[in-house]
């Protein structure tokens, strides 16, 4: 098991289609004890639902291309800012564990996924969330104002 989840039951979801990509996700995290759940696309994903998951991961390509999905994940970001978000997508020319992408996700994964980023990913996301919260809170505190 991914040591830094060794006391905890993880519950993952999936937005995207139900691939490969999917499938390899889906036994490298069950081979952790990890549950990898497809979740219901954006349009019908309730705050509820979204809540219930501890890291959502996105497949980008599955949905249309970073493109088409920018203003998409930066509503269900701010909707929902403390759902760790992880990016998974060909196009992008590495795994990137830093916050540079915050608005739309906490990590991005180059698609295929390697085992050893999908471990850092995980650990990743759950402490960038951290800081993405933080700011979504200042802001809404600040435009009350």
Same mark, same amino acid.
């Given at each position: 098991?991914?040591?830094?989840?060794?006391?905890?039951?993880i519950k993952c979801?999936?937005?995207?289609p139900e691939n490969?990509?999917?499938?390899?996700?889906? #036994?490298?995290?069950?081979? @952790?004890?990890?549950?990898?759940? %497809?979740?219901?696309?954006?349009?019908?994903?309730?705050?509820?639902?979204? +809540?219930?998951?501890?890291?959502?991961?996105?497949?980008?390509?599955?949905?249309?291309?970073?493109?088409?999905?920018?203003?998409?994940?930066?509503?269900?970001?701010?909707? @929902?800012?403390?759902? %760790?978000?992880?990016?998974?997508?060909?196009?992008?020319? #590495?795994?990137?564990?830093?916050? $540079? #992408?915050?608005?739309? +996700?906490?990590?991005?994964? #180059?698609? %295929?996924?390697?085992? %050893? $980023?999908?471990?850092?990913?995980?650990?990743?996301a759950v402490q @960038? @969330?951290?800081?993405?919260?933080?700011?979504?809170?200042?802001?809404?505190?600040?435009?009350?104002?």
């Amino acid at each position: 098991m991914f040591a830094h989840f060794e006391d905890r039951d993880i519950k993952c979801g999936y937005i995207g289609p139900e691939n490969r990509q999917y499938d390899v996700l889906r #036994r490298m995290l069950s081979s @952790n004890e990890i549950t990898l759940q %497809p979740a219901t696309g954006f349009s019908s994903l309730g705050f509820a639902e979204a +809540a219930s998951y501890d890291i959502m991961f996105v497949d980008i390509d599955g949905l249309g291309g970073i493109d088409r999905m920018i203003d998409t994940l930066s509503i269900f970001r701010i909707d @929902n800012p403390g759902v %760790p978000v992880v990016m998974i997508s060909d196009t992008f020319s #590495r795994d990137d564990f830093d916050k $540079s #992408r915050q608005i739309l +996700a906490d990590v991005s994964l #180059r698609s %295929p996924v390697l085992y %050893p $980023s999908l471990e850092l990913s995980l650990f990743e996301a759950v402490q @960038n @969330n951290l800081s993405w919260q933080e700011n979504v809170v200042y802001h809404r505190e600040n435009i009350a104002a």
